[in-house]
T-cell receptor
């Protein structure tokens, strides 16, 4: 089954404790992206990747890192999480460039206390 | 800065009726893509419809259609014959280059 998976689905952590949210797709898609969703703000793009070893900042990259060492994986790293990073995070992928349908993962609910 | 505005935080529609959700965007570019996404209570994001800016013809997908007015920078979504399963948050999105910009969403309630 074609899908985008994210782990964990729920995470509660404390300020400053490094964490990684994994994202994997099995569709050989070139384009992958991370978003955060906050009430009243919609979705905002954090980072995106056009292909392996090619990443770029979205609208709200501060406090986040990403890597794209393999085509299928695009982890989101929070080196020192803060409470303002409490949010719902989505990973998405599409065949290329984002001009076609983005397939979204199920979301990761992150709480930073 | 690129912006997408959805001026209706909440909308409601009677089952089987038609509803239109509005979206406007701000750009000086001419080559871009527009999308409507649906997010039901399950939180899963689902693509509803897509429009290329260079195409004058409005996109249609079954009961969903758009009214794309490029000069006015307007991209509204019309849902015909509304069904209970259409109840969801709807997001308008704009793709410029390789970057996506989303609106703040419209919560649609379908009344039986």
């Amino acid at each position: 089954e074609a899908q985008v998976t994210q782990n964990p689905r729920y995470l509660i952590t404390v300020t400053g404790k490094k964490l990684t949210v994994t994202c994997s797709q099995n569709m050989n898609h070139e384009y992958m992206s991370w978003y955060r969703q906050d009430p009243g703000l919609g979705l905002r793009q954090i980072y995106y990747s056009m292909n392996v070893e090619v990443t770029d900042k979205g609208d709200v990259p501060e406090g986040y890192k990403v890597s794209r060492k393999e085509k299928r994986n695009f982890p989101l790293i929070l080196e020192s999480p803060s409470p303002n990073q409490t949010s719902l995070y989505f990973c998405a992928s599409s065949p290329h460039r984002g001009s076609y349908e983005q397939y979204f993962g199920p979301g990761t609910r992150l709480t930073v206390t | 800065a690129q912006t997408v505005t959805q001026s209706q935080p909440e909308m409601s529609v009677q089952e089987a009726e038609t509803v239109t959700l509005s979206c406007t965007y701000d750009t000086s570019e001419s080559d871009y893509y527009l999308f409507w996404y649906k997010q039901p209570p399950s939180r899963q994001m689902i693509l509803v419809i897509r429009q290329e800016a260079y195409k004058q013809q409005n996109a249609t997908e079954n009961r969903f259609s758009v009214n794309f007015q490029k000069a006015a920078k307007s991209f509204s979504l019309k849902i015909s014959d509304s069904q209970l399963g259409d109840a969801a948050m709807y997001f308008c999105a704009y793709l410029l280059g390789n970057q996506f910009y989303f609106g703040t969403g419209t919560s649609l309630t379908v009344i039986p």
